[in-house]
């Protein structure tokens, strides 16, 4: 279930996140997806779509915070 573009994304991804975010988003999820395909990989129960899903917005937030209502770069807020 990996995703090839931005318009694949979740809608609740690509309603809030700006279009770098959304790139960081696909290719950690996509990273993950391939990573965590075990599910010895993987911690207590949670499915492999799960996972990557978390994995994901990780690394969003790496990068991106929430100001407002709004997703932001981290060199913006600062």
Do not use: C
């Not at 978390?54 to 937030?61: E, G, L, Y």
């Amino acid at each position: 279930m990996p995703y090839n573009s931005n318009s694949d994304l979740p809608e609740r991804v690509k309603n809030v996140l700006p279009g770098h975010a959304q790139d960081i988003y696909r290719e950690a999820f996509n990273n993950a997806w391939e990573q965590y395909a075990n599910p010895e990989e993987r911690r207590g129960n949670e499915s492999r779509e799960e996972v990557a899903h978390k994995v994901a917005w990780s690394a969003v937030q790496n990068k991106y915070t929430k100001k407002g209502d709004k997703w932001v770069s981290r060199d913006e807020a600062a």
